[in-house]
T-cell receptor, first 115, second 111 residues
Framework: DSGVTQTPKHLITATGQRVTLRCSPRSGDLSVYWYQQSLDQGLQFLIQYYNGEERAKGNILERFSAQQFPDLHSELNLSSLELGDSALYFC??????????????FGPGTRLTVL | ELKVEQNPLFLSMQEEKNYTIYCNYSTTSDRLYWYRQDPGKSLESLFVLLSNGAVKQEGRLMASLDTKARLSTLHITAAVHDLSATYFCAVTNFGNEKLTFGTGTRLTIIP
């Protein structure tokens, strides 16, 4: 158990809908990262937040947005869902920069199925 | 753009044999990570490699880094069934903490 929690574990929804994925980082970690894992794209970085502020952006669609709240939990919002958005969405957290071997610890993931 | 390639993509090997997974990356990187993923599960951190010549070992797994060749290897010694999983390497670029992942190597250990 990495200490990163994600809810829900599974989500099944229809095209055009909107969903919210939630992530709680490990205690003390200020950085939260979101990744998408799919068969055709592999593991791709979406976005990073550090202590409430957006830090880096990757291949995140405009239909997707995220935020990190004062208690450091993060939410990833996916809207106007398409079939191709079906994937496993991981959240990871790290202390960021405190040690040279800073590691990202991954949560269990949310499996999103768009029908 | 930073690209990371792994080979082989699939590896089926017998127990007690040795093998190596290769990870090449396209531009200078400051950290290289190895992760393990069991089917349908999360990613588990195995190693972090920082400098040229770095070598780390944990049980039957040993990872090394050659920054000049932009190559990391994950060596499996005397494989056992419990090592069956998908192994990913990932790199970060200077000043950027996002992980760029390789394609993964699906390792199957056959009794």
């Amino acid at each position: 158990d990495s200490g990163v929690t994600q809810t829900p574990k599974h989500l099944i929804t229809a095209t055009g809908q909107r969903v919210t994925l939630r992530c709680s980082p490990r205690s003390g970690d200020l950085s939260v990262y979101w990744y998408q894992q799919s068969l055709d794209q592999g593991l791709q970085f979406l976005i990073q937040y550090y202590n409430g502020e957006e830090r880096a952006k990757g291949n995140i669609l405009e239909r997707f947005s995220a935020q990190q709240f004062p208690d450091l939990h993060s939410e990833l919002n996916l809207s106007s869902l398409e079939l191709g958005d079906s994937a496993l969405y991981f959240c990871a957290s790290s202390v960021r920069g405190r040690t040279p071997t800073d590691t990202q610890y991954f949560g269990p993931g949310t499996r999103l199925t768009v029908l | 753009e930073l690209k990371v390639e792994q080979n082989p993509l699939f590896l089926s090997m017998q127990e007690e044999k040795n093998y190596t997974i290769y990870c090449n990356y396209s531009t200078t990187s400051d950290r290289l990570y190895w992760y393990r993923q069991d089917p349908g599960k999360s990613l588990e951190s195995l190693f972090v490699l920082l400098s040229n010549g770095a070598v780390k070992q944990e049980g039957r797994l040993m990872a090394s880094l050659d920054t000049k060749a932009r190559l990391s290897t994950l060596h499996i010694t005397a494989a056992v069934h419990d090592l069956s999983a998908t192994y990913f390497c990932a790199v970060t670029n200077f000043g950027n903490e996002k992980l760029t992942f390789g394609t993964g190597t699906r390792l199957t250990i056959i009794p």
